[in-house]
């Protein structure tokens, strides 16, 4: 059975993006020939007027916004995922006030270390005490005493998502920034964030989650691969984007939109939560600047269950938002390209590719003069971009059943061998060289996708729902679609 749409306020109307905001070009977008403009998410083809291309060229690097208009430009751009901020518009005036909320069962120690960390920060700390039992609840409220911190004490266990609803709703603040109680080092800086707030369509802001360094093989696979950590390029949050979601475990929201977590999710509820605003019109954004520490897990057993956790997210959250969920997403004509080269077939991988580029330029021929270089173009590298992602993510999904499936099946086999070298070794090249061995680092990430797809498959099956694990295949989302190119393919006028 589905769940219920949640509601919360909507977003303010739309407004360009302030004067002395920093913007730049997202990672994937590509200045193709003839004026076009491929990338953002999903991906789409803009063909700008020749003053919106020079500023967009401009924008290659981090530029900072001089006039309405760019600043105009730069807001419609932020919603498509072409542009992401770099840097907020300096503060002008008083920072807005704040409220540290810390949900914590127990684990008195780890409060004590955020407490003292925040509290160079000069701004009210709340303590969320989530059904502690009695030593620790009685430690808990001598600590508040002690830190001069507010305590509300939830008499049962009740979840992350009532704990902080709980604190969210005992503050008096105009924002709340929650902090697990298991974070390793806080910034002092971190409240810098705040100025992202200036924009009224700000809803969220996380800073980068870390890692705290250790030593041995696990550690050195952890150290780029954690879930918590999303990278150094800041974005904006979107389904399906870059950064499709940002960990809790330390944000900033608006008090009016933080205590709208859904109390009925003991697990992804806090993508729930983000995917909620984002639908009301709220922008949330990934500022990897700031950069919190988060402990790595200390054994082989609890890297393998908070990874079958994590995937075990994927069951509720397709009950809400169905599609939005899809472990695949991509161009059918990528998905058979892909097929065709895993099982042998080039024939297929041809056909997918042409037919691709045929129906392309077809829909792009009043944008481009050269409408066959510029669809094979965008063919080709929105499938080269993709495939990588789109073999893992199918083992992600499917492994367990993959692995069964290999025994009786070559093209199985190949996309476990070739889904897991294609991304595991240019991954261990880049981050980890000379921290573990690529035979090492290929098999904890053997372990690690097959662990996340045992809680996808568990949680869809108990749930019910097919949409954890459904695909979603468009037939022109490796260059564009119908509704998105009527609506974006008109000239960007500055």
Known sequence: ??????????????????????????????????????????????????????I??????????????????????????????????????????????????????????????????????????????????????ALCATAGATLVRLEENSGPSTARNAGA????????????????????????LTAHFADPLVGAVAPRIGMTKASGPLAAYESCSS?????????????RGAVSFVPTACVLA???????????????????WEWTLLKAGWIIRYDPSIVVA????????????????????????????????????????????????????????????GAATALLRRRIAPLTEHPTRTAARIVVLGSARAM?????????????????????SATA???????????ALPRWKRDARGQISPVGFTALQVLDDLAYATGVLAAAMRRETRGAVRPSLTWFRSSTNEETLSRSGRRLEH
């Open 294 to 353: 988060h402990p790595m897990r200390s054994s082989m057993r609890a890297f393998l269950a908070q990874r079958r956790f994590y995937g075990s997210g994927a069951g509720p959250l397709a009950l809400r938002h169905d599609d939005a969920v899809a472990p695949i997403a991509t161009s059918g004509f990528t998905a058979l390209g892909t097929l065709g080269l895993l099982s042998g077939q080039l024939v297929l991988t041809k056909t997918a590719m």
């Open 227 to 239: 879930p918590l950590d999303l990278g150094s390029n800041p974005s904006d949050v979107m389904v």
């Open 1 to 54: 059975m589905a769940l219920p749409p949640r509601v919360v306020d909507p977003a303010p109307p739309e407004v360009p993006l302030d004067l002395g905001t920093t913007v730049v070009l997202a990672p994937s977008v590509t200045m193709l020939g003839g004026g076009v403009l491929f990338g953002g998410a999903p991906a789409r083809l803009l063909r700008p007027s020749n003053a919106a291309t020079a």
């Open 169 to 192: 709703e005992a503050a008096q603040t105009e924002l709340v920034c929650f902090c697990d109680s298991d974070l390793d080092d806080i910034p002092p800086n971190l409240l810098d």
């Open 254 to 272: 608006r008090r009016s939109l933080a205590a709208t977590f859904d109390p009925t999710l003991g697990v992804a509820e806090d993508v729930d």
């Open 56 to 141: 967009l060229e401009a924008w290659r690097t981090p530029t900072v916004i001089r006039t309405r208009a760019e600043g105009t430009l730069a807001r419609r751009l932020e919603r498509s995922g072409v542009v992401t901020v770099v840097a907020p518009a300096p503060r002008h005036g008083a920072q807005p006030s704040v409220t540290v909320v810390i949900p914590t069962k127990g684990r008195v120690a780890g409060v004590a270390k955020v407490l003292a960390q925040t509290a160079t920060f000069g701004v009210a700390q709340l303590v969320v005490d989530d059904g502690s039992p009695e030593e620790e609840a009685s430690a808990l409220a």
């Open 388 to 408: 990588p992602s789109l073999l893992r993510q199918t083992i992600r999904t499917y492994g367990p059943l993959l692995v069964v499936l290999a025994t009786r």
């Open 413 to 423: 086999r190949r996309l476990l061998v070739v889904g897991t070298l294609a991304t």
